[in-house]
């Protein structure tokens, strides 16, 4: 036969298989010169190209969110907030209209005179009061606040230990306020009435 005359290299090479690591070789040889083309190319057309290539594809990268997901997801959270704002501004007008006495609440069938407020002694020796009825939370801190430590009470206060600090002012002033105590904190009062 014809065939069988011709040099055996012809015949031998189209039947050559290659097996998986050497196809990957040659697969990552092709992208590293397209790669290398690409990038000679970019260089020669300026950075500009570059540029938006990347952007490109930091761009892909980025999952798509849909934007009214974004906007309902706002909207969640502006009405999560203005219940909070609410419901806190509710607090503090209860807290303005108690008279912080004993017995003060709608339940109580007597109101004493007797200071409703449960006091305690801190370990920075600050002094601090709650009032049982309202929660509201006084504090030695503040000059306004001393005149309900005045008020007689029967409750006994209650003190934590001592304890020495370098500076005790900072010791005091590094608690946690409430939100009665935060000036900023406090929502507007009147805005919830006309509503
Ligand atoms: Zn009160």
């Known amino acids: 036969m014809p065939s069988k005359e011709q040099t055996p290299e012809t015949n031998v090479?189209?039947?050559k298989s290659f097996n998986y690591s050497e196809l990957t070789e040659i697969v990552a040889?092709?992208?590293a010169s397209a790669q290398i083309q690409l990038a000679s190319?970019?260089?020669q057309q300026?950075?500009?190209?570059?540029?938006?290539?990347?952007?490109?594809?930091?761009e892909s990268k980025t999952p798509y969110v849909d934007p009214k997901h974004i906007e309902n997801e706002k909207m969640m959270r502006d009405q999560m907030r203005e219940t909070e704002r609410r419901k806190r501004a509710a607090k503090r007008a209860e807290q303005e209209a108690c008279p912080h006495l004993q017995?003060?609440?709608p339940e109580s069938a007597t109101?004493?005179?007797?200071s409703s407020f449960a006091v305690h002694v801190l370990d920075s020796s600050e002094v601090i009061g709650i009032c049982t009825n309202?929660?509201?939370?006084i504090s030695s801190r503040r000059p306004e606040d001393l005149r309900w430590f005045k008020v007689k009470s029967t409750n006994v206060r209650s003190a934590a230990g001592q304890r020495t600090f370098y500076d005790n002012q900072i010791a005091i002033k590094s608690r946690q306020m409430m939100?009665?105590?935060l000036g900023t904190a406090i929502p507007d009062v009147t805005s919830v009435e006309g509503e």
């Open 29 to 31: 040889k092709a992208v």
């Open 46 to 58: 300026g950075d500009q190209n570059a540029k938006v290539l990347a952007e490109a594809l930091r």
């Open 111 to 114: 109101t004493l005179p007797y």
């Open 179 to 181: 939100d009665d105590e």
């Open 41 to 43: 190319t970019l260089a």
């Open 134 to 137: 309202c929660q509201k939370i």
């Open 103 to 105: 017995g003060s609440s």
């Open 13 to 15: 090479i189209p039947q």
